[in-house]
């Protein structure tokens, strides 16, 4: 069975800015040319030809709004800014109607300078049902993930069972410490049941004291099963990663087997900003845990988050499978420590009263981060979306961003896929069929309408992986509970969703 880690490798292909096929007053998709040049699609070059004359808003800020500037201009490209952001099309009827903001930021891959010091808090299921190959490999793959982090960064070692134990309390690693650590590692073994809460919060809390030198912060959790002791639903266990992540701890989920609650594991995914991963065989720990300390190796920013601030007449609603605090009319949504190549986005409801006529703001969209190559100083980067209004539907249609509209189908069919998986795993096969067909549909349609070579091909690529989803949710209907329940967790963790984290 395919992992997450493989569907990792082999997701998507990144993503570019989109292109229109005419003059609008809008200026929506040329904001989104401002993301990297090698983000870009073919079409770029039409869209900044047929934008010519038009008024276009983005900047690049360091701590402060700056003046604005064309945001496809070659100056701003080559002072490296990462965000991105456009309607759902340049126009937009007049009157109170919703509509969608895509978001996307897409962080440079050639990043060289000072590492980020990291705080590393390991969170090992000790249960019971560790016993056997599985403990033997979380040992294994906690030593060697240990032996791959520079002295200076912070470990600590958390395991639990019937209550939560701190094997290691946070510690500098160097020569000194390191013979501790390894002999708390070699130490861990399984018994009783699975406090996962407890345990979770005692890393989280690990990991949420470490100086302000060490802003990349994130718990490893490796668990084969389910809470059992405690607080175990995954809204709340979600909630408490929610709280890790406002101190900066993200979490990075492994799950083992076909045990663990997929539920729970991408509630703290997603609640944190972190990371899911599949594993069929426990063997398998070891090669997720050199991706994450190769993701360490190439921190590009810590503290990020994405600052959405509606223009008057704007309100934004929701970022659907996103960590979203409001203030006031903005929205953050947190990302956390990004690394270099990292692309992340999302996708913003808003509900705008458009006036009659002319050309308006949809939002200032704000990226904030530290910056490790430059001793963390804080930085700003913005694009400013705009609208033209138009009382012709299909001067709307005409106009579609088409780097949105991709974002929004690959997104709503990631939640479909998890909706299905969870279909699959209660035995309703005839739902999760109806969900995907719908899905892979939809997704035909979008390539078909699609002009970007780019975008067409990432939709075709979404909607084979749907078809490749709904082939095995077809074959878990005739399968033991046991191959059907894999089938679910393999569906669960090739969602497009988690690629991108």
Not at 388 to 416: C, F, K, W, Y
Request: proline letters at 6%; aromatic letters at 2%.
């Amino acid at each position: 069975m395919r992992t997450m880690l493989a569907g990792v490798l082999m997701g998507f292909a990144a993503l570019g800015c989109a292109a229109g096929a005419a003059a609008p007053p809008a200026t929506s998709a040329a904001a989104a040319e401002v993301a990297p040049p090698g983000a870009r699609q073919e079409g770029a070059q039409q869209e900044g030809a047929r934008q010519e004359g038009a008024r276009q808003e983005g900047a690049q800020q360091e701590g402060a709004p700056a003046a604005e500037e064309a945001p496809g201009s070659r100056a701003e490209a080559s002072r490296g800014v990462w965000i991105g952001a456009a309607g759902a099309s340049d126009f937009v009827l007049p009157g109170t109607r919703e509509t969608q903001l895509g978001v996307w930021v897409d962080v440079p891959a050639a990043r060289r300078g000072a590492r980020a010091p990291a705080a590393v808090a390991l969170l090992v299921d000790a249960s019971g049902s560790m016993q056997g190959p599985k403990m033997d490999h979380a040992r294994a793959a906690a030593q060697a993930f240990v032996d791959g982090l520079p002295d200076g960064d912070l470990v600590s070692l958390v395991s639990f069972a019937d209550a939560a134990e701190e094997r290691v309390a946070p510690a500098v690693l160097g020569p000194e410490t390191r013979p501790a650590v390894a002999r708390a590692i070699a130490a861990l073994g399984p018994e009783g049941s699975t406090n996962l809460f407890e345990g979770l919060r005692l890393a989280e809390r690990h990991a949420a004291a470490a100086p302000s030198t060490h802003a990349v912060r994130r718990v490893v959790l490796i668990s084969d099963g389910q809470a059992n002791i405690g607080p175990s639903s995954p809204e709340l266990l979600g909630a408490l990663a929610q709280r890790g992540a406002a101190h900066g701890v993200q979490i990075t989920s492994i799950g083992v087997g076909a045990d663990y609650d997929e539920r729970t594991l991408n509630a703290l995914a997603l609640g944190s900003s972190g990371r899911l991963y599949h594993l069929t065989e426990a063997r398998q720990m070891s090669s997720v845990l050199e991706r994450e300390l190769a993701l360490l190796q190439t921190t590009a920013a810590t503290g990020a988050f994405v600052e959405i601030v509606p223009a008057p007449g704007v309100e934004v609603i929701a970022v659907p499978n996103e960590r979203a605090d409001r203030s006031g009319d903005a929205v953050r949504v947190l990302l956390g420590t990004m690394f270099g190549g990292q692309h992340r986005e999302m996708l913003v409801r808003v509900r705008v009263a458009a006036p009659a006529a002319g050309s308006h703001p949809l939002a200032s969209v704000r990226l904030h981060f530290r910056d490790p190559e430059n001793g963390n100083v804080p930085r700003v980067q913005e694009v400013v979306a705009r609208y033209g209004v138009t009382s012709d539907p299909a001067q709307v249609a005409a106009h579609e961003n088409e780097r949105t509209q991709t974002l929004a189908a690959v997104i709503e069919t990631g939640m479909t896929q998890l909706a299905a998986a969870q279909d699959v795993g209660s035995g309703d096969f005839g739902a999760a069929e109806a969900k995907l067909a719908a899905a892979e549909e939809r997704l035909r349609q979008q390539a078909a309408r699609a002009q970007s070579a780019k975008e067409k091909a990432r939709i075709a690529g979404a909607a084979s992986a749907v078809a490749t989803a709904r082939k095995t949710a077809r074959a878990a209907a005739a399968a033991p509970p046991a191959a059907r329940r894999m089938d679910a967790l393999q569906m669960n963790g090739a969602s497009p969703l988690w690629l991108g984290r």
